[in-house]
T-cell receptor, first 113, second 116 residues
Framework: DAKTTQPTSMDCAEGRAANLPCNHS???????VYWYRQIHSQGPQYIIH?????ETNEMASLIITEDRKSSTLILPHATLRDTAVYYC??????????????WGLGTSLAVNP | NAGVTQTPKFQVLKTGQSMTLQCAQD?????MSWYRQDPGMGLRLIHY???????DQGEVPNGYNVSRSTTEDFPLRLLSAAPSQTSVYFC???????????????FGSGTRLTVV
């Protein structure tokens, strides 16, 4: 699975949109982009994933560039409870028995009042 | 509520002691795995399983054993605890088969282990 690059930390004002970037320049055609977040001391939580089209769910939106070398996770109206570490991961479709994801250090997002 | 249950939440061991970290899921997930998380490092895979009776090593398997006798349970055994195994341990599970294979992992709430 390809590696990803994320900024170490970001700040966002409460109520504003938080835009978290991720670079995955070596992504393969069969690899999805996944986003998770980890609120302090808790287990990581799945947020959203996509292949090449933009995706939206009740938690966030995922924008993937046309060349698929980067993506942005958007939290449209950040709240204090969105303060967490956000991880961007790429994972092959139908990976079969190979489930060895590479977890980096993610982006630590601080939502400020 | 459906999910991944880890026990215990906290544990202190003396060097050389053995123990088992429990992980159970009620979602009929084929895939289960154990990660450890240390300060300044990303999650690292210890062992994983793609079904009952099938296990394989991850990135950091030394000092740990696993077995998968049922779909629901995936215990992690520390054979002889060492201070280097002080960490937070997370269990995660997911589907492998069909369209649901692209869903994300479901993680447990973690076990915080200190070896003194």
């Amino acid at each position: 699975d390809a590696k990803t690059t994320q900024p170490t930390s970001m700040d966002c004002a409460e109520g504003r949109a938080a835009n978290l970037p991720c670079n995955h320049s070596t992504i393969s055609g069969n690899e999805y982009v996944y986003w998770y977040r980890q609120i302090h001391s808790q287990g990581p939580q799945y947020i959203i994933h996509g292949l090449k089209n933009n995706e939206t769910n009740e938690m966030a939106s995922l924008i993937i560039t046309e060349d698929r070398k980067s993506s942005t996770l958007i939290l449209p109206h950040a709240t204090l409870r969105d303060t967490a570490v956000y991880y961007c991961i790429v994972r092959a479709l139908n990976a079969g028995n190979n489930r060895k994801l590479i977890w980096g250090l993610g982006t630590s997002l601080a939502v400020n009042p | 509520n459906a999910g991944v249950t880890q026990t215990p939440k906290f544990q202190v061991l003396k060097t050389g002691q053995s123990m088992t970290l429990q992980c159970a899921q009620d979602m009929n997930h084929e895939y289960m795995s154990w990660y450890r998380q240390d300060p300044g490092m990303g999650l690292r895979l210890i062992h994983y399983s793609v079904g009952a009776g099938i296990t394989d090593q991850g990135e950091v398997p030394n000092g740990y054993n696993v077995s998968r006798s049922t779909t629901e349970d995936f215990p992690l055994r520390l054979l002889s605890a060492a201070p280097s195994q002080t960490s937070v341990y997370f269990c995660a599970s997911s589907y492998i088969q069909g369209a649901r294979a692209n869903y994300g992992y479901t993680f447990g709430s973690g076990t915080r282990l200190t070896v003194v």
